[in-house]
């Protein structure tokens, strides 16, 4: 059973860059068919899938977001990252990393969750 | 993008109900959706996958359905700890998209 958890920044000024990184432990970031994704939650909305990278450093973004988002794998670290550049309290949300799996991708572990806030 | 209209956004049932909930996806999306369980303060739980697949470790009480646009989440006897929010997710194709949640309250 994968085990993910959020670290970064829990406070990020307007316009600056927002941070995050998921460590991933109880497995490898080489498992077969696993994507390493980002999703995050707006206080008391829904859920917007951000992002990911799956085991060939191949990434797939939201076209909402494709212009400020990054994200990377450090594979000797097991571990990988997000990058959110000209934040606006819009981004303010609950940050989830999450592992996913398959073709048919479902996402069967998840971090606990980061609670980032945009403010100056 | 893909919609996912999930209805109802929130409805009041007992214990020991049968409810179900209701997701429709703005094209044909195959048996390409998941189901999540999300409890106050907590990440999202998976409870069904490919539509009608129980994920291990998931109480039988939760069965899913349907194929092409619309799809379905039933649970079949509401336990106290089911009172909370599910959301339906396709992944027919990026941006993977979610419903807007349902959340399940004490009558």
């Known amino acids: 059973q994968l085990q993910l958890q959020e670290s970064g920044s829990g406070l990020v000024k307007p316009s600056q860059t927002l941070s995050l990184t998921c460590a991933v432990s109880g497995g490898s970031m080489r498992s077969d068919g696993y994507t390493w994704n980002w999703i995050r939650q707006p206080p008391g909305k829904g859920l917007e899938w951000i992002g990911h990278i799956d085991q060939s450093g191949s990434t797939q973004y939201n076209p909402s977001l494709k212009s400020r988002l990054t994200v990377s794998v450090d594979r000797s670290k097991n571990q990988f990252s997000l990058k959110l550049t000209s934040v606006t309290a819009a981004d303010t949300a609950v940050y989830y990393c999450?592992?996913?799996?398959?073709?048919?991708?479902?996402?069967?572990?998840w971090g606990q969750g980061t609670l980032v806030a945009v403010s100056s | 993008d893909i919609q996912m209209t999930q209805s109802p956004s929130s409805l009041s049932a007992s214990v020991g109900d049968r409810v179900t909930i209701t997701c429709r996806a703005s094209q044909s999306i195959s048996s390409y959706v998941n189901w999540y369980q999300q409890k106050p303060g907590k990440a999202p739980k998976l409870l069904i996958y490919a539509a009608s697949i129980l994920q291990s470790g998931v109480p039988s009480r939760f069965s899913g359905s349907g194929s092409g646009t619309d799809f379905t989440l039933t649970i079949s006897s509401l336990q106290v700890e089911d009172f909370v929010t599910y959301y339906c997710?396709?992944?027919?194709?990026?941006?993977?998209?979610f419903g807007g949640g349902t959340k399940v309250e004490i009558k």
């Open positions: 997710q396709q992944s027919y194709s990026t941006p993977l998209t």
């Open positions: 999450a592992g996913c799996f398959g073709v048919v991708t479902f996402c069967d572990s």
